[in-house]
């Protein structure tokens, strides 16, 4: 792209900064024509350290397990090759869980994307939209022949997440310092993310509930949710997911679908 | 508030500073002193805090800083407008910084003499910019277009730098005073970030201060720094945030007080967090000074616009 006359100082000067292949920029000096390099790394430094300690922010269940040696490697690869697009740095790093599932020295540890994929989504819940959510007596107040025309209007915070492994345990048990005890991650775990007033929570889903929970958050009625629910799995239990849903504010009104 | 901050007439009318707050010290706002704030009450000072951090669309953030700003001012901070790019300001992110000055109505709004976005990429860094005529008329009109859109004068702050241009035409000073002077923006000066970038680049932090248009400032900023080398091993600065202030920035922030009289100065300290009373410590000598002054009459404000 073409530059004005006199304004081509930040083409020359930024590709360096994430690419150490690279030389110090021409036009950059010290004082009385000292060199610039070490003083040009200040800036390397600067912005390589900030936009990894961005993702380890973000993501410090990965960094608790995968240790800061390795995640720091990690995520300075990760940091070099897809830098932020946007000046929110809680927007960074949506494509880190895909790096890792590619990432070579994380291949002994295929549960890991799924644990970061549940952190990206706790600080999108975190900083989502603020909502009552819906009150039970609200369902309560729905005549019977109605329930399977249902759609209810989700909370901005709430998502929902399928992983193979036991990914909601292995969250849960390196989100904080307290001892972890062995896990078996061979289990499969969905996620419920929600956060009904200020605290964010993440919660596993039974079987079928993750169907479920799509379908409704997608705003899909009712009745055809229960159905694909009990289709993914026999032991899906209506009621008990419903009163789950609502008890962990994953919506904030009820609406009727198409009549 | 006061009407001066409810600047909803046409461009034509002249942008307004809101009402001052005098010369009051304050400190960063750090979410996790908000527990120790809030059991101290309501205090002396104001909080400032980086405007990105709060543009998310609810959530704690914003719980936070209602609390604060019930019973404080605020200085809203921007980190990265990248005024001093070449490239168009992001209307998007001028749109949020405008919603944020909106909701909360601060009583500072500041921006840096910087970029940090090229191209598609955000580097999350204050960079620096050759001072040329092509850069001066650049910068004023992205401070032409964030004034515009807040409705308000911005405060521009001085950056500490590492590298010069060979391209520079002017003093970083007289850029600074020219920016001031078509543009009508208020400036932030940081007196770490001059004392880091004289030892950087070998000139005098008085003679700097000398030059620098002292009556357009409307608040100070300090902050500690850290030591390194550079490629001849002589001693580089680093402007780190994360101490306590140097013997010599206290120095020389008495001398812009007793030549300025006292404006409103924040503590900067960003990462490495201490505990607030360490922080409120910080703040607490700084009114001290101010507290000294106070009788002064700044000279920006004899003929407020």
Sequence with gaps: MPHEAGLSFAA???????????????????????????????????????????????????????????????????????????????????????????????????????????????????????????????????????????????????????????????????????????????????????????????????????????????????????????????????????????????????????? | MSTVTKSTGPAAVPLRFATPIGGVAGTSFKPEHLPAILEGGPRRGFFEVHAENYMGAGGPPHRALEAIRRDHPLSLHGVCMSIGGPRPLDKTHLARFRGLVARYQPALVSEHLAWSTHETSFFNDLLPLPYTEATLACVCDHIDQVQEAIRRPLLLENPSTYVAFRESSMSETDFIRAVAERTGCGLLLDVNNVFVSATNHGFSALEYLANFPLSQVREIHLAGHAEQADDEGDLLLIDSQDGPVADAVWKLYEIVIRLRGAVPTLIEWDSKIPDWPVLQAEAIAAQAILDRHQSAVPAGERHAA
């Design chain 1, 12 to 259: 020359s000067f930024a590709p360096a900064l994430l690419d150490p292949a690279r030389s110090t920029p021409d036009g950059v000096t010290g004082p009385n024509g000292k060199a610039a390099g070490r003083r040009y790394d200040v800036y390397r430094n600067n912005v390589t350290v900030s936009l990894i300690d961005a993702l380890a922010a973000i993501y410090p269940a990965v960094q608790r397990i995968t240790g800061a040696d390795f995640f720091r490697a990690m995520a300075r690869s990760h940091v070099r090759s897809n830098p932020p697009a946007s000046p929110l740095l809680f927007e960074y790093g949506r494509d880190f869980p895909d790096f890792m599932a590619r990432y070579e020295h994380a291949q002994a540890m295929p549960w890991l994307p799924d644990v970061a994929r549940i952190e990206r989504a706790w600080l999108d819940a975190y900083h989502a939209a603020d909502a009552l959510p819906l009150s039970p007596a609200r369902l309560s107040a729905v005549t019977p022949n109605r329930l399977a025309d249902l759609v209810f209007v989700p909370h901005p915070a709430a998502r929902c997440l399928r992983s193979q492994y036991a990914a909601v345990t292995i969250f849960a048990a390196n989100r904080d310092d307290a001892p972890v005890a062995r896990i078996d991650a061979s289990t499969p775990e969905d996620a419920l993310i929600t956060r009904p007033e200020f605290d964010v929570t993440v919660r596993r889903l039974p079987p079928g509930g993750a169907v479920f929970a799509d379908r409704l958050i997608s705003g899909r009625p009712l009745g055809e949710a229960a159905s694909s629910a009990l289709e993914a799995s026999s032991e899906f239990d209506i009621a008990a997911n419903i009163a789950g849903l609502i008890e962990a504010g994953a919506f904030t009104s009820l609406a009727c679908g198409d009549q």
